[in-house]
């Protein structure tokens, strides 16, 4: 079993120091992984910010290959913030409804479509200025960091969270957002040449084997490292 990471502290300014054999060897193995198998969605195409962050709006709560479907008529429908911010929410309601949460969706994507017109599209440049914009969680302001300014944050949601825990050991908090160990560790395995495809990689991967239930555990890329596989 991999032993990748020990505690100084136990305050809320708790730093940890991870194995840094045990990272590169992780992250050597789901970048080869993921350049055999990763998916190929529209908006990981997609060359303008407005674009990937709609597509990350669409993913909150819903399937990749459900929002693979609807994606292209969405952004034909709206391809820029300013067409986004003159539809009337019942226009967002009803074209939104299939693939559900349309009421939030619709009210959220508004909401920042009008912040987003009002500065022709520029976006801050730090996670509390990106946290203060309406709709942007801390997930979708990690995601803008990422995809919109080339910063190497981690896109930690449950699925990643999962991978990581199974190769790396257990969380303590049950609020993923506020866990210190795995927001550090997963911006450290994500700090690679290519922070976008590291992540990409892991999300790919928690889809394809890393199921919540049954794992797909002999045909995982990271078996022989992994602490979860080890315990089996």
Request: proline letters at 4%; hydrophobic letters at 40%; one cysteine or more.
């Amino acid at each position: 079993m991999t032993k990748v990471v020990k505690r100084r502290s136990i305050s809320s300014q708790t730093q940890f120091q991870f194995d840094e054999h045990a990272i590169r060897d992780f992250r050597q193995r789901i970048l080869i992984w993921y350049r055999q198998n990763g998916r190929q969605f529209r908006w990981r195409q997609a060359k303008s910010c407005y674009e990937r962050i709609i597509a990350e709006l669409l993913l909150q709560r819903t399937q990749a290959n459900t929002i693979a479907k609807f994606y292209k008529g969405f952004i034909e429908r709206f391809p820029s913030w300013n067409k986004l911010a003159r539809a009337t929410e019942e226009d967002l309601r009803a074209l939104l409804l299939p693939i559900g949460l349309w009421r939030r969706r619709a009210r959220s994507m508004m909401a920042l479509a009008s912040e987003m017109a009002k500065t022709q599209g520029q976006l801050p440049t730090t996670r509390d200025e990106l946290e203060r914009l309406p709709g942007i969680s801390q997930y979708l302001a990690s995601s803008i960091l990422l995809l919109c300014h080339g910063k190497r944050e981690a896109l930690i949601d449950v699925n990643m969270a999962r991978v990581l825990e199974r190769v790396f050991g257990k969380r303590n908090l049950a609020d993923i957002r506020y866990d210190p160990y795995l927001q550090e560790l997963a911006r450290t395995v994500v700090s690679a040449e290519d922070p976008i495809a590291c992540n990409w990689a892991i999300i790919d991967l928690a889809a394809a084997v890393c199921h919540p239930n049954t794992p797909k555990c002999s045909r995982c890329p990271v078996n022989q490292i992994c602490a979860y596989v080890a315990l089996q």
